[in-house]
C-alpha cells in the first residue's frame, strides 16, 4: 500500500507526558559510553548551574520517536514499520533536556515525496515541556519502500 | 577554547560498538526494532545481520562533539543522513567507529559548526554530518 500523499501537513495529537528521570538520562548516557558526571551526578549538574541531571544531545529521538512510532501504527498513514528506514535525523536545541522535564512531541509531516520507488517523509516534532517550553525541534526523515 | 577556532582539524575518537552496547541502547531508547538484535530479523530484511540503530552511530558523532567542547551542554544543533549501516558482529570485539571533525565559521559569532566525518572499517556511514557549537 502506498503512503497517503494527503499526510503532508498532517500535524499528530501531541504524545502523552513522558516524565525524564534521572535513571532515564543516565541509562541512556551509560548506553553511549558517555561518563560526563553532568549526565550522571544530580550534585555535579548543579554545581555546573543546571537544576539536575542533563541529557546527551540526541536524547529527544526517545520522545521523538513515540510520535514516529504514533504515525507508523496509523492505518490510513499507509506505512508498514518493516518498510521504513531512518534516512536523516536533526537536532536544534533550545535547552538541553534535564531530570524533572515532562515532555511531549508533536509530530507534522513536512513533505511526502517519490523518488525512485522510494517515499520520503520529512516530519518536524516539536518537543515541548507540558508548560509548553519548546526544548527541542527533531526533524526526521524516513525511507518507505513500499514492496513491489 | 582557541583550539574550536575555523579551520582547526579536531583529533579523531574511535568508539567500540558491541552488541551489548546496543542491546543496552535498545532498551534505554524505547527502539526494541529486531534488526538491531536479531541477526535471523536482519538477514529477512536484506542485511547482512545486526545493525548498530543510525541513532547510535549520531549520539557517537555527538560524543565525540561534547568531548572535544569539554562541555555536555553546548550542542545547539546536530544533524546527518544515515547512509551506510554499520555492521556489528556476534563477537566480544564489536565493530570500532571513528569521527573526527573540522571547525567551521557559523553565522552566530558565538558559535562554531563542526563538520564530522563518520566511519565504520574505513567506510563513511552517515553523510552531512556537521554540529553547531556554543563557545562563548
Redesign the interface.
Known sequence: MPVDPGLAGRTLPPTRPYAVSRA?IS??A?????R?P??HDAEAARA?G?PDV?A???YP??VA??AMEALLADPQAGLE??HV?????????TR?VRAGDELTAALTVESVRQAAGTELLTTRSDIRTVDGELVCTA?A?LAHRAPA | MSFLRPGAALDARTYVVTRTDLVRYAGASGDSNPIHWSDRVARGVGLPGVVAHGMVTMALAGRAVTDWVGAADAVVELGCRFTRPVVVPDDDTGVEVDVSGQVREHDDPGCVRIDLTVTAGGASVLGQARAVVRVR
Open positions: 532515564s541509562a541512556f551509560a548506553a553511549i559510553g558517555v560526563d553532568l549526565h555546573a543546571h542533563v546527551p544531545p540526541t529521538i526517545v520517536f513515540q514499520l518493516r528506514v531512518h534516512a536523516q535525523q536533526r537536532f536544534e536545541v538541553p526533524y526523515t
